[in-house]
């Protein structure tokens, strides 16, 4: 991974979290600080893009999705207030293993049945049962 290029001196990324194959809408900035990274880097202030920061090889297979936090830069501001943080260039490298996402599923429910849509025996023209 590799994570820099050119930017405003001090405004460069300090610190990385990656989280691995996390939900939609379970990491969003209001509460990525307080969740648990799969993996965490200190960055240094790259100007052109030639650090390359090595994962964790067991924690990124399957990988399907990434999120990127970026919490402070090296002027020490966490991205609150007046805090600008700027990222120039964000490359991964690995291999694609083919894997296809499960397919969504659309599923309709009926919240009050429709009497029209489900049809009786006699409706039918099949032979009542007389008791």
């Given at each position: 991974m590799v994570i820099g290029g050119l930017t405003t001196?001090?405004?460069a990324p300090s610190r990385l979290n990656?989280?691995?194959?996390?939900?939609?809408?379970d990491i969003n900035c209001d509460n990525a600080s307080r969740k648990t990274p799969t993996q965490s880097f200190d960055l240094?202030?790259?100007?052109?893009?030639?650090?390359?920061?090595?994962?964790?090889?067991?924690?990124?297979?399957a990988c399907a999705s990434l999120t990127?936090?970026?919490?402070?830069n090296f002027r020490g501001e966490t991205g609150g207030g007046d805090g600008v943080t700027e990222i120039f260039f964000v490359g991964l490298r690995g291999e694609g293993t083919g894997n296809r996402r499960d397919m969504i599923v659309t599923a309709v429910y009926?919240?009050?049945p429709m009497p029209g849509d489900h049809k009786t025996v006699a409706e039918d023209g099949a032979p009542a049962l007389g008791v």
């Open positions: 001196a001090g405004a990656v989280f691995v194959n996390k939900a939609p809408g240094a202030e790259d100007f052109d893009g030639v650090l390359e920061y090595q994962t964790d090889f067991t924690k990124f297979q990127l936090h970026f919490p402070r009926e919240t009050k």
